[in-house]
C-alpha cells in the first residue's frame, strides 16, 4: 500500500495539464457495450477506475485495449459478441459506474445479472430509479442474493420517465437504454451535467437519436442498431477544480490547461468570492485558465451543493480544504449525499475548526494548518487532505491513497512539476 506524504507551505508555480475526464470515460467506456462495433476514446485518463472497470467489459465479452501515451492516449472497446450477461461481485462492487452494464446488457442481450454497486462510501446509494425507470421500459426485474436480475424477453420499449429527482447514474442508464428500446424515450428531470452531454455526444456519433442533451428533458428515438465512433472525451472539471483549489490555498500562480472558466461552472463565482483570482489565458495553444491565490487568506464564502449547473458535490470537500484557513466562518451545505463529509475529522487533525449541523459544515477559519498524519476515506476526501497539506505548516502523511488513484492521474508528478514538495512512499 501507498502513502503521500507532503511537506506544505510552498507557493505553486507553472502549468498543469486536466486529464480526460473520469465521470465521462466511465459512461462511455460503458456505451461501447451497446454496440458491436469498435468506439474509440481518445483524451482517456489512466486511472485505477478505468482499469477496474475494463476488467468487468472483459468479463461480459469486450475487448479494452489502452493506446498511445500522452495527448494521443485513448481506449478502444470493441463488444462485437457479448460472452456473459453476468457482472460478479467480485468487480461491481469496487466501484458503482461498473453497475451501469446493466443497461447496455439489458438492451443488446435482453438481460442482465448484475451485483448491486459499491463504490464510494458516501451515503445509503440506492439504485431504485434505475430499476423503476427499465420496469417502465419494459424489463421484468427482481433482486436476488445481491444481484439485479433483469430481462426484456420482448425487448426494450420507449416510455415517458418522470424522475423523482436528478440522478446522473439513472440519467446514464436511461439514456444508453433507450438509444435501443423501440419508440420514444421521454426523461424528465434528467441529469444535464457535461458528463451527460459528453456521452449523449458520442451516442449520437454511434447513430443515436437524441434531443435535448443538456437540459432537464431528454427525447431520445430508438433504433435498432448502433454502430462505431471515434469520441475524444472531455476534459476533467473535478480535476481541475481541485488543482485551482490546491493553487488558491497554497499561493502561487498556475496555469491549468485543456479547461475553460465556463467547465468550471459554479466553482468559479465562489472562488472569486474567496479572492483567488481565476482569468482565461489565451498564451496557450488550447484554452487555459491562470488561478492566483490570495495574498492573505481567503475570505469565507458559503456554499451549497446542488445538481448541475449548481455547485458540484464533487468539488465540496476540496471546497472546505480552502475554507479551513479562510477568514470568517463559511457554512457548507451539503444536498446530495447524506454522509459526504469524512473529511471533517481528518481536516480537524490538521488543525481545521469545523463543527457539522444536519446538512451544513460551519468551518471558522484559522490562522494556520500543521501537518499531521491522517487517512483518505474516498476519493474527493483524499484531494482534500492534499490542498489542505500543500497549505499546512510541516509534513502530512495521508494513507489509505488508493482512494487518491481513484480519480486523479499522476497527482503527485503534476503538482511536483510545479514546485509542491509531495511525494509517494512504499510501505
Ligand atoms: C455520479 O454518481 C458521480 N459518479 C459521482 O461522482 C457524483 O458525486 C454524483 O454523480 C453526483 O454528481 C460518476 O459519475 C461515476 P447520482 P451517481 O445518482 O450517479 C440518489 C466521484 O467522486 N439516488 O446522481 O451515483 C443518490 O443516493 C463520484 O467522482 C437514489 O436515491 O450519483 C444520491 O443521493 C462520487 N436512487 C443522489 O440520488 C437512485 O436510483 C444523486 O446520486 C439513484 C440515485
Redesign the pocket.
Known amino acids: 500500500m501507498d502513502r503521500i506524504l507532503i511537506e506544505g507551505g510552498t507557493p505553486l508555480h507553472g502549468t498543469l495539464a486536466i486529464s480526460g475526464s473520469?465521470?465521462?470515460v466511465?459512461?462511455l467506456m460503458v456505451a461501447g457495450l451497446l454496440t458491436d462495433q469498435p468506439v474509440i476514446l481518445r483524451g482517456t485518463p489512466r486511472l485505477a477506475?478505468t482499469r477496474t472497470l475494463a476488467s468487468v467489459l472483459q468479463e461480459l465479452g469486450a475487448e479494452v485495449e489502452e493506446f498511445g501515451s500522452g495527448p494521443g492516449e485513448g481506449v478502444r472497446v470493441h463488444a462485437h459478441d457479448l460472452t456473459s450477461v453476468r457482472a460478479p461481485y467480485e468487480l461491481v462492487s469496487k466501484?458503482?459506474?461498473s453497475f451501469?452494464v446493466l443497461g447496455p446488457l439489458l438492451a443488446r442481450a435482453r438481460k442482465a445479472e448484475v451485483s448491486l454497486?459499491g463504490?464510494?462510501a458516501?451515503?445509503?446509494?440506492?439504485?431504485?430509479?434505475?430499476?423503476?425507470g427499465l420496469a417502465k421500459m419494459g424489463a421484468d426485474i427482481a433482486v436476488e442474493g445481491g444481484y439485479v436480475i433483469a430481462a426484456a424477453r420482448d425487448g426494450l420499449k420507449g416510455a415517458r420517465l418522470d424522475l423523482p429527482?436528478?440522478?446522473?447514474?439513472?440519467?446514464?442508464v436511461l439514456l444508453m437504454v433507450a438509444t435501443l428500446a423501440e419508440g420514444t424515450t421521454i426523461i424528465t428531470n434528467a441529469?444535464s451535467?457535461p458528463?451527460i452531454v459528453d456521452v449523449g455526444r458520442c451516442l449520437q456519433a454511434l447513430g443515436a437519436q437524441i434531443d435535448g442533451l443538456g437540459t432537464r428533458t431528454i427525447h431520445i428515438s430508438g433504433v435498432a442498431q448502433l454502430g462505431g465512433a471515434d469520441h475524444t472525451v472531455s476534459r476533467d472539471r473535478?480535476e481541475a477544480g481541485a488543482y485551482a483549489l490546491a493553487v488558491a490555498a497554497s499561493g502561487g500562480s498556475v496555469d491549468l490547461t485543456g479547461i475553460t472558466g465556463e467547465e468550471l461552472g459554479a466553482l468559479l463565482p465562489a472562488m472569486r468570492l474567496a479572492g483567488v483570482q481565476v482569468e482565461e489565458n489565451t498564451t496557450h495553444t488550447q484554452p487555459a485558465l491562470r488561478v492566483s491565490g490570495p495574498d492573505a487568506r481567503p475570505n469565507a464564502t458559503p456554499v451549497t451543493t446542488e445538481?448541475?449547473p449548481g455547485f458540484?458535490?464533487?468539488l465540496q470537500a476540496p471546497f472546505m480544504g480552502l475554507m479551513c484557513r479562510a477568514n470568517g466562518v463559511s457554512r457548507i451545505r451539503e444536498t446530495?449525499?447524506?454522509n459526504?463529509f469524512m473529511h471533517v475529522q481528518e481536516l480537524a487533525r490538521l488543525g481545521a475548526d469545523i463543527s457539522l449541523e444536519g446538512d451544513t459544515a460551519i468551518v471558522t477559519g484559522v490562522d494556520q494548518l500543521y501537518g499531521a498524519p491522517v487517512m483518505a476515506t474516498?476519493?474527493?476526501a483524499s484531494v482534500t487532505l492534499v490542498i489542505a497539506g500543500l497549505a499546512a505548516r510541516g509534513t502530512t502523511t495521508i494513507n489509505r491513497v488508493y482512494h487518491l488513484d481513484?480519480?486523479y492521474e499522476r497527482i503527485e508528478e503534476k503538482l511536483s512539476a510545479c514546485g509542491a514538495k509531495i511525494w509517494r512512499e512504499k510501505i
Open positions: 473520469k465521470n465521462a466511465l459512461p477506475d466501484m458503482r459506474a451501469w454497486p463504490g464510494c458516501i451515503g445509503t446509494r440506492p439504485v431504485d430509479l434505475y430499476l423503476t429527482f436528478v440522478s446522473v447514474g439513472a440519467t446514464h441529469a451535467e458528463e473535478i445538481p448541475y458540484a458535490t464533487d446530495i449525499f447524506e459526504r474516498d476519493l474527493r481513484r480519480g
